[in-house]
């Protein structure tokens, strides 16, 4: 049974920081797109960020280029999403997700319950 379970939620003011984890399980996610969505109140779910299993390609939504870093421990099968310099718009349910190629549209194949992260300002 694939399982992604996210934690490092919290509330932050704006301007600091705050590292996500996505602890993957129940099959190899070798060559596999790992990703990360948000969804704030009343908005579509959109595409953050994602990195390809064990290569250095990495994807950023123009919104968090330069704040945010996607990175993977390969013994912890995690992958992260460090987010500084955090913006009120960046509140939202962030996901972690799974897919067997690169989109940014949220056809992923697997998916984590999500973790609240709210941004004060």
């Known amino acids: 049974q694939v399982q992604l379970v996210e934690s490092g939620g919290g509330l932050v003011l704006a301007g600091g920081s705050l590292r996500l984890s996505c602890a993957a399980s129940g099959r190899t996610f070798s060559g596999y797109i790992m990703g990360w969505f948000r969804q704030a109140p009343g908005k579509e779910r959109e595409f953050v960020a994602a990195m390809r299993w064990g290569a250095a390609n990495t994807y950023y939504a123009d919104s968090v280029k330069g704040r945010f870093t996607i990175s993977r421990d390969n013994a912890k099968n995690a992958v992260y999403l460090a987010m500084n310099t955090l913006k009120p718009e960046d509140t939202g349910v962030y996901y972690c997700?799974?897919?067997?190629?690169?989109?940014?549209?949220?056809?992923?194949?697997?998916w984590g319950q999500g973790t609240q992260v709210t941004v004060s300002s």
């Open positions: 997700a799974a897919n067997e190629y690169y989109t940014t549209a949220t056809t992923y194949h697997y």
